[in-house]
């Protein structure tokens, strides 16, 4: 008598009984997995179908003759269970979409081949959609960010310069009021400012901390100078270039500009 054997959802046979004692012996067959021959009228486990040499194979007998077998439970393939799990943590993990796509295909290509004995096409193709998204997401989040990040520091450099300027220009109106009171000169110091109460916020002799030029300060030089000397005579600037070797420059005449450090005079 010749057995058909299923086992992890895929048949194969038929065997002769003495094949399925050698396949139990090497341990490629358990006594779980599931046999069936002519004349039973549903699967049976191997411990209970092929009881050691020498015991008598108890089953229940075939209502109807029909000269097929009958087909195992299916299950639910393991593979598509898993990439389905790995398809949802690589919503937030990422990682996992690559075993979600690797575990989807292969379970696929198994449920495929196991005649029915398998189930899960379902999760497998969610998985597999859910693991790709993911794949091809990261490119173009990736590009985005590329070009998103560097305008943005862009943006917030300028902003941050306007600001700057902004400052330059009450600073020298102020200094241009000191020096109506004090016949044309301008202050010794920028703290005269504050003392003579034209200014009353120190925080305009600050930069804003994000222009990336640690310890950046205003280079004052209006000390020993009047307003009525030529208009293009510096009498305020920043200390230091920014990263992209610009200067705010202030001007006897009033007027402040962003201007190239090295064309500077």
């Not at 398998?118 to 985005?144: E, F, K, S």
């Not at 004090?182 to 901390?209: C, H, S, V």
């Not at 950046?216 to 208009?231: I, K, L, V």
Request: charged residues 15%.
């Amino acid at each position: 008598m010749q057995y058909h054997i299923a086992k992890d959802g895929v048949k194969s046979g038929p065997f002769e009984k003495e094949e399925i004692y050698r396949r139990l012996g090497r341990g490629e067959l358990s006594g779980g997995d599931l046999g069936w021959c002519e004349g039973m009228s549903e699967w049976e486990p191997l411990s209970k179908l092929l009881p050691p040499p020498g015991a008598t194979p108890t089953f229940a007998p075939a209502s109807v003759m029909t000269g097929t077998f009958p087909s195992a439970a299916p299950v639910n393939s393991g593979a598509a269970i898993a990439s389905l799990i790995c398809g949802i943590l690589g919503f937030f993990l990422w990682l996992p979409c690559i075993p979600a796509v690797i575990l989807g295909h292969i379970s696929l290509s198994a449920i495929k081949k196991s005649s029915g004995a398998l189930t899960g096409r379902g999760m497998a193709i969610t998985g597999l959609v859910m693991g790709y998204l993911m794949i091809a997401a990261i490119p173009i989040v990736a590009v985005a960010a590329a070009i998103a990040i560097p305008s943005f520091a862009k943006v917030s450099m300028q902003a941050n310069q306007i600001k700057a300027v902004n400052n330059a220009k009450q600073i020298v109106i102020a200094m241009k009021m000191y020096a109506s009171d004090n016949d044309g000169n301008y202050p010794p110091t920028l703290d005269a400012l504050i003392e003579e109460g034209i200014l009353n916020d120190r925080k305009l002799f600050q930069f804003p901390p994000t222009m990336d030029v640690p310890g950046q300060e205003w280079d004052y030089r209006g000390a020993g100078h009047t307003d009525s000397e030529p208009g293009n005579l510096i009498v305020l600037t920043s200390r230091m270039p920014d990263r992209n070797g610009m200067k705010i420059v202030a001007r006897n005449d009033g007027s402040v500009q962003v201007e190239r450090a090295d064309q500077l005079h």
